[in-house]
């Protein structure tokens, strides 16, 4: 009965390069949110999916970032050519109906 | 603007000191209010929904409750163990919608 899980845990990468962050939800659950957690700053909504529809990404970054949910296998966060600003911890939640969002340890992404 | 503000954003106590956590909200459309915990290095722990005003909900030693305008998470007795980050989140008008949170407060409990 694993819970929301988030890989990798730490992810370090050179300005200029992709960072792929993945998210496996609960079992059952299809319902897929991204949030960004920056330094002294609280979690930002960032992209709302269900199973292989964009509901709403409202607060994506609109060059750069994209996230995927398909129909078999993890979402994925994607950032392209990744600037020190991208650095934060990317957390994933995931509800079965949109109630009751379980989130997950994170992906602390550092650019270097 | 939608808008959640916690209050204070640092909070130190000493055990056994009873204390509460403020969160005001001014929202177009409230469907519900989310209390969560954080440990460092940590994804946020679920804790509370309330989704009226007037509502109660307790575990353990806390108790959150709801107003029109904000929310108080109150710590009874607090203990080491509940040293965290205490968020609090509201979600708009319908389910699915995303969670707007607060920056937090990080409580610190010593013995």
């Known amino acids: 009965n694993a819970g929301v899980m988030q890989n990798p845990r730490h992810l370090v990468r050179r300005r200029g390069q992709e960072a792929r962050l993945r998210c496996s939800p609960m079992?059952?659950?299809?319902?897929v949110y991204w949030y960004r957690q920056l330094p002294e700053e609280g979690l930002k909504f960032m992209v709302y999916?269900?199973?292989?529809?964009?509901?709403?990404e409202s607060g994506m970054p609109k060059e750069r970032f994209s996230a995927e949910f398909p129909k078999e296998g993890p979402s994925i966060l994607r950032i392209q050519q990744v600037v020190r600003g991208d650095s934060a911890a990317y957390f994933c939640?995931?509800?079965?109906?949109?109630?009751?969002?379980?989130f997950g340890s994170g992906t602390r992404l550092t650019v270097v | 603007e939608d808008q959640v503000t916690q209050s204070p954003e640092a909070l130190r106590l000493q055990e056994g000191e009873s204390s509460s956590l403020n969160c005001s909200y001014t929202?177009?459309?409230?469907?519900?209010l989310f209390w969560y915990r954080q440990d460092p290095g940590k994804g946020p722990e679920f804790l509370f929904t309330?989704?009226?005003a007037g509502e109660e909900k307790e575990k353990e030693r806390l108790k959150a409750t709801l107003t029109k305008k904000e929310s108080f998470l109150h710590i009874t007795a607090p203990k080491p163990e509940d040293s965290a980050t205490y968020l609090c989140?509201?979600?708009?008008?319908?389910?699915?919608?995303?969670?707007?949170f607060g920056k937090g407060t990080t409580l610190s409990v010593s013995s």
């Open positions: 939640a995931s509800s079965l109906s949109g109630e009751g969002y379980t």
């Open positions: 929202v177009s459309g409230l469907r519900g």
């Open positions: 079992k059952g659950h299809s319902h």
């Open positions: 989140a509201v979600q708009l008008n319908q389910a699915g919608t995303a969670l707007i």
């Open positions: 999916l269900q199973k292989e529809n964009i509901i709403d």
């Open positions: 309330l989704y009226s």
